[in-house]
């Protein structure tokens, strides 16, 4: 049995873990900055990085306290190495060699994507490779085979924004805090799904992949209307994406052979959206596993986690593990051709 101490700072959260390979949170706090960024209306990386300065060193204290245990008693040091917003992944980074040098123990440098794509492994112990991973998160919107630790196929990704990052959009117009989803979530379950036409974009094109910009700007012009209560918007833009998600993932399932569907990344904290990919699941005969909410936002156990996995299947790295604003899960992946393309 190891133990791992995970750290992570790629975004807008700062949070470390103890997480052992037997699958036991053993400790975890996570600190938001939604304060400091929100007379900005989204997360300005200066700020976040100084953020992540004042509090990770913090948040490593209080786990090992809380759990008891000494630096020296932990197996490895798991830090979220990208991609992400290059000056918190660098505080987090140099936080973590810095107690990996102190303490001799391994350095395991983590990917913010593997950290989602392992993370439903931590509390699902009947999760077997290879499954089916829908990866919807603020900053990316992906369908991948996950085949093993660190073997990953994409199937699909977005050629715009992120699932989230619409969530985001559409909340900023009908005047919600960032991060968006939660608040929109909640507005919903008071509106009517139907009530304010909306488009699905790409839903039954060839290819699984995801566009959610045409469907911000129509939230856009529905809210410039005036007429429409924002209940309702919330409600039909939250089942846009639903039904975007269902009919991409649809047929990313159909051209995989993977017995299970998984989501994770924090727009998998939806309910109406676990909902509507476990009907999905189960009408293509798959299995399906999501992980609870606290672990499906920005956390630092599934770092801590995916540090155990790779530590189990040898995979430590070096003092000089570089920091990597972007770093893609399946480098052999195609660049997809669109509106502001993302990786
Ligand atoms: O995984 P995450 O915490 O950070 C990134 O790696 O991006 O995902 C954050 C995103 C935000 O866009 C947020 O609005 C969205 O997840 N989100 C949700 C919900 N909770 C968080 N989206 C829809 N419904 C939710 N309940
Ligand atoms: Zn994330």
Not at 8 to 23: H, K, P, Y
Not at 119 to 141: E, I, K, N
Not at 261 to 282: E, F, K, Q, W, Y
Not at 287 to 305: E, K, R, Y
Request: charged residues 20%.
């Amino acid at each position: 049995m190891a133990l791992i101490l995970g750290l992570e700072s790629s975004c807008d959260d700062s949070a470390a873990a103890l997480v052992t390979s037997d699958r036991r949170v053993v400790a975890q706090r996570v600190v938001g900055q939604n304060q400091a960024h929100a007379p900005f209306g989204g997360v300005v990386p200066e700020i976040a990085a100084r953020a992540h300065v004042e509090v990770l060193p913090g948040l490593v204290t209080q786990v090992l306290d809380e759990a008891g245990i000494a630096l020296d008693e932990v197996d490895a040091i798991a830090a979220t190495a990208g991609p992400g917003l290059i000056g918190g992944v660098m505080v987090g980074l140099l936080t973590a060699k810095g107690l990996a040098l102190a303490s001799g123990k391994p350095l395991l440098a983590v990917n913010h994507l593997e950290g989602h794509a392992l993370s439903p492994r931590l509390v699902d112990p009947d999760l077997h490779f290879p499954y089916l991973l829908l990866l919807a998160s603020g900053g990316h919107c992906q369908l991948l085979e996950v085949r093993g630790v660190g073997d990953y196929r994409r199937l699909a990704t977005t050629i715009d924004d992120a699932a989230g990052e619409a969530f985001d959009k559409s909340a900023k117009l009908l005047g919600l805090p960032y991060p968006g989803g939660p608040g929109i979530e909640t507005l919903a379950r008071d509106g009517d799904p139907r009530a304010v036409p909306l488009p699905r974009p790409l839903v039954g094109s060839g290819e699984p992949h995801f566009s959610f910009a045409g469907l911000k700007s129509a939230v856009q012009r529905a809210v410039a209307v005036g007429t429409h209560r924002p209940v309702d918007v919330a409600a039909s833009f939250q089942q846009a994406v639903v039904d975007c998600l269902v009919d991409r993932t649809r047929l990313a399932l159909r051209r995989s052979e993977a017995p299970a569907l998984v989501v994770a990344g924090g727009v998998a904290a939806n309910g109406a959206i676990r909902s509507a990919l476990a009907d999905l699941a189960a009408a293509e005969g798959r299995s399906f596993s999501v992980p609870p909410g606290w672990l499906c936002t920005d956390n630092a156990a599934m770092i801590a986690w995916a540090g155990a996995e790779r530590l189990a299947a040898g995979l430590v790295d070096g003092l000089d593990a570089p920091a990597r604003a972007r770093w893609p899960l399946d480098p052999a992946a195609d660049t997809v051709r669109g509106a502001g393309v993302k990786a």
